[in-house]
């Protein structure tokens, strides 16, 4: 089944509110066809994409997603490779949302790992403050309390996951 089809059967679901695709390796273009799905899917109430291979363009596709899709009402993008470009493609949705919709989301994740420059955090900090959004995490990778293990490992703060270099390499 490719991610289209499967996002197809999702955008017809009568009934499904939450999606939780943590974790699947997932690139921007499954984040391009869920993107053209919650265009029509008003069911879908949360929507978890943390921990994939999602860049720029993937949340750029999910900005348009976020900004016509009144039900959404939480976004998690956690640790995914979204630089500044991807940043301000959300940030503005989350500000035309609200005007368009008169219903602000409620709850945005979107710490990353690594892309995001302090710039593009303050355009996402400041875009979640003004429409009034939580924005879960700093908006971008601190990784000022991650802690290296005697194996090699490392612990992010941002994660309750034990990461190697063999994961991160999943993205490239």
């Not at 997603?65 to 995914?80: C, G, R, S, Y």
């Amino acid at each position: 089944m490719t991610i289209e089809n499967f996002c197809q059967a999702l955008g017809t679901h009568p009934t499904l509110e939450v999606l939780d695709l943590r974790g699947n390796a997932m690139t921007d273009e499954g984040a391009s066809a869920l993107g053209a799905m919650l265009a029509t899917n008003a069911k879908i109430k949360e929507l978890s994409l943390s921990e994939n291979c999602i860049t720029s363009k993937g949340a750029t596709a999910l900005a348009g997603a976020l900004k016509n899709n009144p039900a959404l009402l939480t976004l998690q993008l956690n640790e995914n490779p979204v630089d500044d470009q991807g940043a301000t493609a959300i940030a503005q949705a989350l500000v035309e949302r609200t005007a368009l919709t008169g219903r602000s989301i409620k709850r945005i994740g979107i710490t990353m790992k690594k892309g995001m420059t302090d710039a593009g955090r303050e355009v996402l900090r400041k875009a979640a403050e003004e429409a009034g959004v939580e924005l879960d995490g700093s908006g971008g990778y601190d990784d000022s309390d991650d802690e290296e293990a005697s194996d090699g490992k490392r612990h992010t703060g941002s994660s309750s996951e034990w990461s190697t270099e063999e994961e991160e390499e999943v993205c490239q």
